[in-house]
């Protein structure tokens, strides 16, 4: 069983910052990606910034510049520093691990989401 726990979500004014984390726990063998995925109220939920373990990142054309996915190895952890944040950055933010669980084959893991909220 794996365990995905975000932290650092809350409110923020346009233009500040927050940074978020999420630490994957359980019988973890390898993290091939993690991932940071939003969802808005009347939105279909949509992929943020995606990192491989081995420090590649990828990021969604409107946070580009402003986002910073990064990928702690030894401690199975992703942050999300999120910069210049704009009401529309507004959502639950989920984390996403794709990874092999000891005896198992790769699979996907959510954590159960974080509220970001920036006021105009």
């Known amino acids: 069983q794996v365990r995905l726990v975000e932290s650092g979500g809350g409110l923020v004014q346009a233009g500040g910052s927050l940074r978020l984390s999420c630490a994957a726990s359980?019988?973890?063998?390898?993290?091939?990606?993690m991932a940071w995925h939003r969802q808005a109220p009347g939105k279909q939920r949509e992929l943020v910034a995606l990192i491989t373990s081995g420090g590649t990142a990828q990021y969604k054309d409107s946070v580009k510049g402003r986002f910073i996915i990064s990928i702690d190895n030894a401690e199975n952890t992703v942050f999300l520093q999120m910069n210049n944040l704009k009401p529309e950055d507004s959502a639950v933010y989920y984390c996403?691990?794709?990874?092999?669980?000891?005896?198992?084959?790769?699979?996907?893991?959510w954590g159960q989401g974080t509220q970001v909220t920036v006021s105009a």
């Open positions: 996403t691990a794709f990874l092999i669980l000891i005896g198992a084959g790769p699979d996907d893991y």
């Open positions: 359980g019988s973890i063998s390898s993290i091939i990606t």
